[in-house]
């Protein structure tokens, strides 16, 4: 490991996220490939982002505030739950982020294969219960 690896042990998301962008650079246009597939009536919300901008912004605010938490930030929590807010007032319910979520993992883990370990899964899914959670008590 080189001095500028984070260290899986310490902290498996960062690390993982890491990963992710040495295999395949911006997960962005992946991420969405899937959502879009798997929820296609989320697609039109979309239809002004015509570069992708927003969708990039909106991948890479999530990926800081899983970072956020996952460091025991104080941050995540308080910014989702208000994005559930604001994303309600455009027809968005709330289990849609949760939806979200679990298409950012599962693209990740097609993305790293073999390299998705069982300490990398463990520490995505405790990061998302807890974050839920959180995120629910702040409601």
Partial sequence: MNDTMIDPI?????????LVVEKCGDPTDLVY?????????LEPLFLLDKDGS????MLSQILEC????????NYAASMISCERTNHEHIGVP????????ATIIDTFKDILGAD??????KAWTSLIRDLNIS?????
Avoid: C, Q
């Avoid at 490939?33 to 009536?41: T, W, Y």
């Fill in 116 to 121: 998705w370990t069982p300490e990398i899964d």
């Fill in 54 to 57: 927003a969708r990039g912004n």
């Fill in 94 to 101: 709330h289990d849609v982020f949760d939806s979200f979520f």
């Fill in 10 to 18: 310490a902290d498996p998301v960062a690390h993982s996220l890491e």
């Fill in 135 to 139: 995120v629910a008590g702040k409601a």
């Fill in 33 to 41: 490939k899937r959502l879009f597939a798997d929820a296609p009536e």
């Fill in 66 to 73: 899983f970072l956020d938490f996952s460091n025991n930030g």
